[in-house]
T-cell receptor, first 115, second 114 residues
């Protein structure tokens, strides 16, 4: 078990609604990445935050947005939900912008279902 | 751009048999390579990683992987499968051209037969 927690564990929304997912970092980790894992697929990178600034973004539309707070916890916000947004959302944290071989520690995920 | 291909979406082995999960990568710069395991309804747990030190990397739970640059491969092996190894396995790559993001393969579901 890592020290990364996510809430809620499950969520059901309808098309067009907005959702906020939360992630608490492992102690000492100031970088958080968010991934979307559709059923039967590998996780896909959404974006990364380092010390409260966006530090890279994958191929996701602007309706996917995020925040990182001074305590390094993070939120993922998705506006105008679409059916294809149904997935497991994972956050991963690690310490600093050191070497590229840093291990990312994953939380258990939030499963979002859009009806 | 970096990418990962995992050959075989489903692999079945008998308990006690060799486990071999295949991963090939594409990267324009020296890569960092990872294997993660995902148990049902859980997040991802790191098994092992390659960061340009030894080409044979040993991980947790008896797993190991060998980096072969000439073959652009990073296959995962375990000499003797246990029932508890049944899970989904993901290979991932990261390189200096990225924002330290991980690019994952599509995963291999490992079934261990009694």
């Amino acid at each position: 078990e890592t020290g990364v927690t996510q809430s809620p564990t499950h969520l059901i929304k309808t098309r067009g609604q907005q959702v906020t997912l939360r992630c608490s970092s492992q102690s000492g980790h100031n970088t958080v990445s968010w991934y979307q894992q559709a059923l039967g697929q590998g996780p896909q990178f959404i974006f990364q935050y380092y010390r409260e600034e966006e530090n890279g973004r994958g191929n996701f539309p602007p309706r996917f947005s995020g925040l990182q707070f001074p305590n390094y916890s993070s939120e993922l916000n998705v506006n105008a939900l679409e059916l294809d947004d149904s997935a497991l959302y994972l956050c991963a944290t690690h310490a600093g912008q050191g070497g590229f071989g840093e291990t990312q520690y994953f939380g258990p995920g939030t499963r979002l279902l859009v009806l | 751009a970096q990418s990962v291909t995992q050959l075989g979406s489903h692999v079945s082995v008998s308990e006690g048999a060799l486990v071999l999960l295949r991963c090939n990568y594409s990267s324009s710069v020296p890569p960092y390579l990872f294997w993660y395991v995902q148990y049902p309804n859980q997040g991802l747990q790191l098994l092992l990683k390659y960061t340009s030190a030894a080409t044979l990397v040993k991980g947790i739970n008896g797993f190991e992987a060998e980096f072969k640059k000439s073959e652009t491969s990073f296959h995962l092996t375990k000499p003797s499968a246990h029932m508890s190894d049944a899970a989904e396995y993901f290979c991932a790559v990261s390189d200096s051209g990225s924002a330290r993001q991980l690019t994952f393969g599509s995963g291999t579901q490992l079934t261990v037969l009694p």
